[in-house]
């Protein structure tokens, strides 16, 4: 199964920007897993987080791709479609 994982914080101002829109990717069907950097160091670690928002594109349980920074709606489902 392919899925975005959504690395941001309550207290980033661009994910606070960015976040609504991948509420609304998900909304259109895309697989979203939001994952608050301040409640999970594990995976934080794990996958090498060093500055968010961060998007990583899991497919099988592993990573395909990353982005770091807010994108444009296109932009998201283009990189969930490639």
């Known amino acids: 199964m392919k899925q ?3 690395f941001s ?5 661009p994910c606070k920007q960015f976040g609504p829109l991948m509420d ?3 909304a259109q069907g895309i697989p979203i ?3 608050n ?3 999970t160091p594990d995976a934080t670690a794990k996958y ?5 928002p961060t998007v990583i594109l899991v497919e099988n349980e ?5 982005f770091t920074g807010a ?3 296109n932009e998201v489902v283009n990189f969930y479609n490639q």
Do not use: M, N
Request: glycine share 6%; aromatic share 14%.
């Open 37 to 39: 950097v301040d409640y």
């Open 24 to 26: 609304q990717i998900a």
């Open 9 to 13: 914080a309550e207290w980033c101002g």
């Open 33 to 35: 897993k939001k994952i």
């Open 48 to 52: 090498g987080i060093k500055s968010i």
């Open 71 to 73: 994108r444009s709606l």
């Open 4 to 6: 975005l994982w959504y």
């Open 62 to 66: 592993q990573e395909k791709a990353r």
